[in-house]
T-cell receptor
Framework: AQKVTQAQTEISVVEKEDVTLDCVYETRDTTYYLFWYKQPPSGELVFLIRRNSFDEQNEISGRYSWNFQKSTSSFNFTITASQVVDSAVYFCALSVFSGSARQLTFGSGTQLTVLP | DAGVTQSPTHLIKTRGQQVTLRCSPKSGHDTVSWYQQALGQGPQFIFQYYEEEERQRGNFPDRFSGHQFPNYSSELNVNALLLGDSALYLC???????????FGSGTRLTVV
């Protein structure tokens, strides 16, 4: 079985600060994808980033960056120079290759509030 | 290009009733998955439909059932509603063999 843990329930920062959201996952599968989604009050889950288990290279995409470490089963997500529009609930999710559906297993989410 | 469309957006039902939620996948997608998101929690996988058949099911009782039509749209049915079924129901579409999910805005179901 898969499990995703997001220990931070709520985070509050002031605009322009950097913020890192933590994610720890558990799986016995060796092939999997990790995701970060953003959920604004409208409810729709918006895809942010995806990383497969074969590639631990960390990248930067605009104001977003991520730190994937298989040794610690962590997939942390950083927003640089946060903006008020970044306020939302952020979910980390895991999808393994085994099984036909490859469904997403989500963490419980982190509520990010960016204050002006 | 329309994304995933779900209807209705909000719904209020009485305990014991039955409800049907609908989902139209993103153009070009052939697979539909349903998730239940209780307040303050992450989404949980209910089941997935592909080629009009249930491909995989999460840990949900048989009161939850679904259907996929030839045009790839899907319905989620819940019978004998319980207060605990109150949640946001999200539909996600994808294309088999391609790793990417597009979510709709969900249907907010309230059971009273």
């Amino acid at each position: 079985a898969q499990k995703v843990t997001q220990a931070q329930t709520e985070i509050s920062v002031v605009e322009k600060e950097d913020v890192t959201l933590d994610c720890v996952y558990e799986t016995r599968d060796t092939t999997y994808y990790l995701f970060w989604y953003k959920q604004p009050p409208s409810g729709e889950l918006v895809f942010l980033i995806r990383r497969n288990s074969f590639d631990e290279q960390n990248e930067i995409s605009g104001r977003y960056s991520w730190n994937f470490q298989k040794s610690t089963s962590s997939f942390n997500f950083t927003i640089t120079a946060s903006q008020v529009v970044d306020s939302a609930v952020y979910f980390c999710a895991l999808s393994v290759f085994s099984g036909s559906a490859r469904q997403l297993t989500f963490g419980s989410g982190t509520q990010l509030t960016v204050l002006p | 290009d329309a994304g995933v469309t779900q209807s209705p957006t909000h719904l209020i039902k009485t305990r014991g009733q039955q409800v049907t939620l609908r989902c139209s996948p993103k153009s070009g997608h052939d697979t539909v998955s349903w998730y239940q998101q209780a307040l303050g929690q992450g989404p949980q996988f209910i089941f997935q439909y592909y080629e009009e058949e249930e491909r995989q099911r999460g840990n949900f009782p048989d009161r939850f059932s679904g259907h996929q039509f030839p045009n790839y749209s899907s319905e989620l049915n819940v019978n004998a509603l319980l207060l605990g079924d109150s949640a946001l129901y999200l539909c996600a579409s994808s294309l088999t063999g391609v790793y990417g999910y597009t979510f709709g805005s969900g249907t907010r179901l309230t059971v009273v």
